[in-house]
């Protein structure tokens, strides 16, 4: 009788806290922020008809569903916070887990900045604040989200929760408002808004906005090393999640394009206060961009607990960055990874920029490592990699991860067609972490 294995020993340095709920809602609050309520107007002006428009968020929602079922199991694989700064070190080696973690951590500040840009303005028109005080009242908000987190993950992670259930609920009311109104005049041609050179380059360039829509679906996974019991955990709070932001997402389109004419939906960015505003008056409508600026800004307090975990994944097995893998022994956080973190959305917010632009950089760069991720996923399985706590078993294996690599695909040639700048952009900054990285391999460790 062969003897009964002795199960790994935890690899997490951080305490388990997050259940299904938590887990749930935490994906809840970190992908449903401006996204919905700017990307409707992207993707009409790029595929001119409501079928399509509805055609992409379907495809957007099956991908980030896919996507969060594959880093879901290669969490419960390898259950370490860091999602897959970590999955790649373990399946293609440290330097493609560097190249990964050196551009998230330039691009993955974006969408925060993005979002908290988006907030000010619309605080800044109904309140009418200076640009000026809209940047001090994003840098101060960032801030404060910072030192909270940096204090105590438990407590962020409990106002993530209700955050995520405050954000469900005043979309809830905005759909049931658009519903209850009179239906929008259908237009007598086609939108003219949509000027395309090719449909599929539209339909490419509308996915990408969709899916910064729905970014944030690999959060979980970065709080791996954070999820209690991740077998059964990470996949019961995915679908949890993602199930809660998909019937959200298409329920506000379908209350946007009963309230609105399609052309207007194409070229009005403040979707919300002006299909509220049809229904209920302009002082409505102004009321509501006044809630949506707060509750977008709350979305810093799910980007700022799960993406610095991407800098400690990287400072633990980097000699050259070993300080920067410090874990507060009474707060039990990884305090400079948050600060760094903080500090770079900060900085993008303090530096300004367009929303497309900043939006393409981030899910252009992002992408190719999308890509590896999903072959990862497929070597763990070959390898035997099993996790600690136990593995959860994807379904319907391999279609989540031909899909993700279709996605992938798609996504880079529609990119390099439609804004081949911003494409080649994600690129230069992989490239010079390419550099960077045979720099620091060649100096000695800077901590312990």
């Known amino acids: ?63 980030a569903v896919c996507g969060a079922l ?29 190249l990964f973690a050196w551009t998230a951590i330039f691009l993955g500040p974006v969408g925060t900045a993005a979002i908290m840009i988006v907030s000010v303005r619309n605080l800044g028109t109904v309140l009418g604040i200076s640009e000026d005080m809209q940047t001090v009242l994003a840098l101060g908000w960032v801030g404060s989200i910072t030192l909270l987190n940096i204090r105590s993950s438990r407590v962020v992670a409990r106002i993530v929760g209700g955050v995520g259930l405050l954000k469900v609920s005043v979309l809830a009311a905005v759909v049931l408002l658009c519903l209850s109104g009179n239906a929008a005049p259908a237009p007598a041609a086609a939108a003219p808004a ?60 379908a ?63 980097e000699p050259a960055f070993r300080r920067f893998a410090y874990v507060h022994p009474r707060w039990q956080t990884p305090v400079p990874a948050i600060a760094i973190y903080g500090g770079l959305v900060m900085a993008y917010i303090a530096s300004g920029g367009g929303f497309e632009r900043l939006t393409r950089y981030m899910v252009l760069g992002l992408l190719p490592f999308y890509g590896l991720a999903a072959i990862a996923a497929i070597m763990a399985r070959r390898r035997g990699i099993t996790g600690p706590h136990g593995v959860f078993p994807m379904p319907l294996y391999p279609l989540p991860v031909v899909l993700m690599l279709v996605y992938v695909a798609c996504g880079l040639a529609s990119g390099f067609s439609g804004d081949f700048f911003a494409a080649c952009g994600g690129l230069v900054i992989i490239a010079a972490g390419a550099v960077v990285y045979q720099v620091v391999r060649r100096r000695p460790a800077s901590g312990p």
């Open 1 to 63: 009788m062969e003897p009964t294995p002795v199960p790994a020993a935890d690899p997490s340095r951080l305490p388990r806290h997050l259940g299904v709920w938590n887990g749930g809602l935490l994906l809840v609050t970190g992908v449903i922020g401006v996204g919905i309520l700017q990307s409707p107007s992207v993707v009409a002006r790029n595929t001119g008809s409501m079928a399509l428009a509805y055609g992409v968020w379907l495809v957007g929602a099956v991908i």
């Open 194 to 253: 949509a000027i395309i050179e090719s449909p599929w380059i539209g339909f490419g360039l509308a996915l990408t906005a969709t899916m910064f829509a729905y970014d944030g679906w690999d959060g979980l996974s970065l709080v791996a090393g954070e999820v209690r019991e991740p077998r059964r955990t990470l996949p019961r709070a995915t679908l949890l999640g993602m199930g809660i932001i998909l019937a959200v997402y298409l329920a506000v389109n």
């Open 255 to 317: 209350g946007f394009f009963r309230a609105l004419p399609f052309d207007q939906i194409a070229s009005t960015p403040a979707l919300a206060a002006t299909a509220v505003g049809r229904v209920l008056g302009e002082n409505t409508g102004r009321f509501l961009t006044l809630f949506v600026a707060c509750s977008a800004a709350s979305t810093a307090f799910g980007s700022l607990l799960c993406n610095p975990r991407v800098i400690f994944a990287l400072a633990e097995e």
């Open 70 to 98: 594959v880093m879901a199991e290669l969490a419960s694989r390898m259950p370490r916070s860091g999602g897959t700064t970590v999955f790649l070190r373990e399946t293609f080696g440290p330097r493609t887990s560097f």
